[in-house]
């Protein structure tokens, strides 16, 4: 089955403790990114990835890191945590630029 | 300013009516695609369409239906006969094309909840 998986689905964390997202799609897709939704403002977007080891920044990148070492696998690191990090993440990839993009089911993240 | 604007935060409406979803879009650029995704409570995104910038034709899919309409720059969407199960938040999004700083960029209007009373 064609799919975007995301793990944690839930975590609770402190402040500063390091913690990675992972986000894994099996449909052999280029492009992948990184979202973060938060009340009444939509999803924004924090990086992306065109193919392996090229990535670039969205919206909102501070405070985030990414890598893209393999083309099915793009994991969001959270270095230093802090609460207004707190949100629901979501993972997507799509064929190429312009495709239609597939979402994981979310990570909820709290920073205490 | 936002590159998606959804107006509309809130609507409500009975079961059975037909609603209109507004999407407005700002781009410089010829060549781009606009999507709909819904989001039911249980909150995974799902797809809903996808357009590009040369297909004006408006597309119908059972009582769903998109009006696209480059001149205005706006891609709204219609619920015919609206359903309980209609009641989620429906996000507009817009992809360019654009060399530069843009390409790889998707942009989400914040989003209209949708809530269908029976």
């Known amino acids: 089955e064609a799919q975007v998986t995301q793990n944690p689905r839930y975590l609770i964390t402190v402040t500063g403790k390091k913690l990675t997202v992972t986000c894994s799609q099996n449909m052999n897709h280029e492009y992948m990114s990184w979202y973060r939704q938060d009340p009444g403002l939509g999803l924004r977007q924090i990086y992306y990835s065109m193919n392996v080891e090229v990535t670039d920044k969205g919206d909102v990148p501070e405070g985030y890191k990414v890598s893209r070492k393999e083309k099915r696998n793009f994991p969001l690191i959270l270095e230093s945590p802090s609460p207004n990090q707190t949100s629901l993440y979501f993972c997507?990839?799509?064929?190429?630029?312009?495709?239609?993009?597939?979402f994981g089911p979310g990570t909820r993240l709290l920073v205490l | 300013a936002q590159k998606v604007t959804q107006a509309q935060t809130e609507i409500s409406v009975v079961e059975k009516e037909d609603v209109t979803l507004d999407c407005v879009y700002e781009t410089r650029d010829t060549t781009y695609y606009l999507f709909w995704y819904k989001q039911p409570p249980s909150g995974e995104l799902v797809f809903l369409i996808r357009?590009?910038?040369?297909?004006?034709q408006n597309e119908i899919s059972g009582r769903y239906s998109w009006n696209f309409q480059k001149s205005t720059s706006s891609f709204n969407f219609t619920i015919t006969a609206s359903q309980v199960v209609d009641s989620a938040v429906y996000f507009c999004a817009l992809s360019e094309e654009v060399r530069g700083s843009t390409l790889g960029r998707l942009y989400f209007g914040r989003g209209t909840q949708l809530t269908v009373w029976p």
């Open positions: 357009r590009n910038s040369f297909d004006e």
């Open positions: 997507a990839s799509s064929l190429d630029l312009g495709g239609t993009q597939y």
